[in-house]
């Protein structure tokens, strides 16, 4: 079986129409999932970790959105959809958001809080796709310990498990 590569896409409007619409079709078919990160320019770009990085704590000064809609379960019902977030904030991300007016919303469920592995929520199965992405985009703009360029990349990764 032949894999394509992940789908790129540049953008800035954290609503922009191209998005929404990778969103919409990757949710319909349950399978694969979107990373998205801030675009940095060459001069801002953090150093590459050096050979004892996995000693230390996170190395994710340039933030990874990741957004993967639920699956859907033997009874037909479908599974909520994750979210996450890798940062070099620190622990207590979640408690950090909320301290700067960013807590999760109603209905989200924090699922994993990690100063190396990051943060993740489980999202209502039938949350607003355009709400979800602005929040994790406002999130990631937050937890980005370098200058961005207000502009985004994502990854889309469609049928994939």
């Not at 409007?13 to 969103?23: G, P």
């Not at 319909?28 to 050979?51: F, L, M, Q, Y």
């Not at 996995?54 to 959105?65: D, E, N, R």
């Amino acid at each position: 079986m032949t894999r394509v590569g992940p789908v790129e896409l540049e953008f800035v409007a954290r609503d922009d129409s191209r998005l929404l619409a990778h969103m919409a079709e990757v949710a319909a078919a349950r399978t694969g999932w979107i990373n998205v990160r801030p675009v940095i320019d060459e001069e801002h770009e953090p150093p590459e970790p050096g050979p004892f990085a996995f000693l230390g704590g996170s190395t994710h000064k340039v933030p990874t959105v990741t957004w993967m809609p639920g699956k859907r379960s033997g009874d037909g019902t479908v599974k909520a959809t994750m979210v996450g977030l890798q940062h070099a904030t620190g622990p207590h991300l979640a408690w950090k958001l909320r301290d700067a007016g960013l807590a999760l919303p109603a209905g989200w469920r924090i699922s994993q809080d990690h100063p190396r592995r990051g943060l993740v929520a489980l999202v209502p199965a039938d949350a607003d796709d355009g709400f979800v992405m602005d929040w994790l985009l406002r999130a990631a703009t937050f937890a980005c310990m370098v200058a961005s360029t207000g502009r985004w990349t994502a990854s889309i990764h469609a049928g994939l498990p």
